[in-house]
């Protein structure tokens, strides 16, 4: 069972939140774990480069000089990828990297993501996070009252939140999610979670309810 501390907008400590890393997933697969990030990553990759093969390259096809009697190596088209101005030898094509990841795979992968920063202590319960306008010096100070500076740190709202979203936009390492964009790469590439309790219970009861469906 792991406890968490919750605390309030200038860090101090108001409660606790108990919870058990099983309830989210009953173990961590690093070798799914690892397949959805790659996926992620891979899905994220545009595909669309393109240089010139010799095919592609203009320039005429006459062979440079006779291939005897010179003292040169023997050449053929100026076009060729070992010459100035010539295509790539290996010539980049478009192509799709996308990966066809199932989508029950990637919502356990993403829990177990969650389950792992349990165990590891490496998410931060905040009690309220709310702004009626943009804050930014406000969102700076509670980042750094909880000690979450220093480090790439992923802040976890219920639905989407534009007064959170706009108070940290501007401050470096702190990107904005709804729980329910949540996914497995970018739980796994910040360093710290933040949320509130009620986001907190909305990933375990969703957690919950996948399981009981797949019973």
Same mark, same amino acid.
């Given at each position: 069972?792991? /406890?968490? !501390? !919750? ?5 101090? @400590?108001? $409660?606790?939140? *108990?919870? *058990? ?11 799914? #774990?690892?397949?959805? =990030?790659?996926?992620? @990553?891979?899905?994220?990759?545009? $595909?669309?480069?393109?240089?010139? +093969?010799? +095919? ?12 005897? &009697?010179t003292g040169n190596a023997r050449a053929g088209s100026r076009r060729s990828g070992v010459r100035r ?12 990297? /996308?990966?066809?990841?199932?989508r029950k795979a990637a919502r356990v992968a993403t829990r177990m993501a969650l389950a792992g920063k ?5 998410? =931060?319960? !905040? %009690? *309220? ?12 100070? !509670? ?6 500076? &220093?480090? +790439? ?7 989407y939140n534009p007064g959170v979203y706009k108070s940290a936009r501007n401050i470096a390492g702190v990107?904005? /999610? ?8 970018? =739980?796994?590439? /910040?360093?710290? #979670? ?6 907190? %219970? &909305? ?6 309810? *996948? ?5």
């Open positions: 069972m792991a /406890s968490l !501390i !919750i605390h309030d907008k200038s860090g101090k @400590q108001v $409660g606790t939140y *108990e919870i *058990e890393p099983a309830d989210l997933a009953p173990r961590i697969n690093r070798r799914l #774990l690892h397949q959805a =990030v790659v996926a992620y @990553q891979a899905n994220a990759r545009q $595909g669309t480069f393109k240089s010139k +093969s010799r +095919s592609d390259v203009q320039g005429t096809t006459k062979k440079m000089y006779r291939q005897k &009697g101005g010539g295509g790539h030898i290996f010539a980049k094509r478009p192509r799709d990297f /996308s990966q066809v990841l199932p349990i165990r590891d202590q490496q998410i =931060v319960l !905040i %009690d *309220e996070l709310k702004f009626d306008a943009p804050a930014t010096r406000e969102m700076a100070s !509670i980042v750094k009252a909880l000690k979450c500076h &220093g480090g +790439s740190l992923l802040v976890a709202t219920d639905g990107t904005v /999610s709804p729980a329910a964009d949540l996914n497995a790469l970018t =739980v796994t590439r /910040s360093r710290q #979670l933040l949320m509130t309790p009620a986001v907190l %219970d &909305g990933l375990r009861a969703a957690a919950q309810n *996948e399981k009981s469906k797949s019973k």
